[in-house]
């Protein structure tokens, strides 16, 4: 890992189209929002993780196939769009048929000729829908269904492959209809469709087509990741034995998804274990990204109900409306620190019992280390504990080194501005240091993946999982030493 820069050559960056799935409502758009996004400079990635090939997905046909066949499926529901005049004031683009103004053209053409008229014996589809329906269709037939890995409420997992090559397997999440909603999708849904179509990397799962079937159904087709989940890994003490070089494979690929989405302008907002699935290489990928949303303007409101609670940092658990990528930076910080322990660094019961973890294991958040936080609309807080020193750290997580104990402080700080980011991460000594990260294909493994992913996918994208307290596997003494 040392050494080399390159640490997402291969992903594709494309500025956030904001729809009114990303708007939280609370304030109206801003005008400038697109001129700020464009004076936005990519640069090269930094830090030490190794670099990668582009993607090739990416580059060809498999990223026109997923754009493709959003559309077909858009097209077969709604052939026709008209031009709408949304309630922010800005005008939705319409789509049009090419055949309308034959079918509302007069029958006779200028000079009085008679226009043919089409035979009436058998009723025919409107042109634009049958061309949309024949393009599912042969989207459609590219992959074949097999056996079913996992079902709920909102989706069903079928395990499938390409029908021109069987050994190619994938992962067809098939979402039901949602009647409660006019679209037909719950918003989350198609939360985690916009954005798995913006961000192509190979630390982030990957959506490689989407077809509808004939009953009305979504399918997503992602690629098959065999191995479960991180959360898997680390609840098998028994069986599973992993070490700091392990620990530091992983968070490189956690880190260079994170970074990427930023990079992006986009917040993951629900970064935790079940959320990272391992690939049949040892490729850690980001999934889940039904809480994900566009940001640009930092002046408009966002919600604070977003990021599982054992994961979610201070500043939206007092209720702020204006956040950065500070946030999943702390959801890496506390994925670091479970990694390390095997057990959730801060399992609050709770919004109480979670601000009270972190104030014992992190500190007290006053003026004095976080400004303006006591002006937060939630801000409370049950005690005054000391802001906890490197000592401390170090004590309990040593494994990792000086430079990893370092680094997880960075990530777990209480002001989100003094708060490391994605980029700085990559940036950081620790990935220098020794252990060398274990190569992904020599990473630890664990029986039960295919079951596990199709749990982890059937799941509705976007919920926050509220009710794990009484599945921790044992509580942290922070005691009170410094």
Partial sequence: MAGESAVAAGGRRSLPQTSAVDREQELPPTRNRTRRRLKYRFTNPPGPVPSFKPSVRAASSGANNCTRSWVVASMSLSPVVTTTQSNEGTSIRAIGSPYKNLASGTNSSSNGTPKPTPPTSAPTLPPTLDVAEQMNEEEKRKYVKGKKLGEGTYAIVFLGHLKSNPAKQVAIKKIKVQKEYTEG??????????????????????????????????????????LGDLEMLIRDTDNVRYGAADIKAWMGMLTRAVWFCHESFVLHRDIKPNNLLIAADGEVKLADFGLARSFADPHQNMTSNVITRWYRPPELLFGAKHYSG?????????????????????????????????????????????????????????????????????????????????????????????????????RHPWWHSDPKPTRKQDLPRKGGGEEQVGADLKRRPGVVDEDRGSKVARKLDFGQKK
Avoid at 395 to 416: H, I, Q, Y
């Fill in 185 to 226: 999708m719950a918003p989350d849904a198609v939360r985690e469709l916009k954005h798995l179509q913006e961000l192509s990397h190979p630390n982030i799962i990957s959506l490689q087509s989407v077809f509808s079937s004939k009953d009305q159904n979504l399918n997503l087709v992602l690629e098959f990741l065999p």
């Fill in 326 to 426: 500070a946030v999943d930076v702390w959801s890496v910080g506390a994925v670091f620190a479970e990694l390390v322990m095997r057990a959730p660094y801060m399992p609050g019961n709770n919004e109480l019992d979670q601000v009270k973890l972190i104030c014992e294991a992190i500190g007290t958040p006053t003026e004095d280390n976080w400004p303006g936080v006591t002006k937060l609309p939630e801000y409370t807080v049950p005690g005054q504990h000391p802001v906890r020193g490197k000592d401390w750290y170090q004590m309990r997580f040593g494994t990792v080194g000086a430079d990893g104990v370092d680094l997880l402080m960075k990530t777990l700080l209480l002001d989100p501005k003094k708060r490391i980011t994605a980029r700085d991460m990559l």
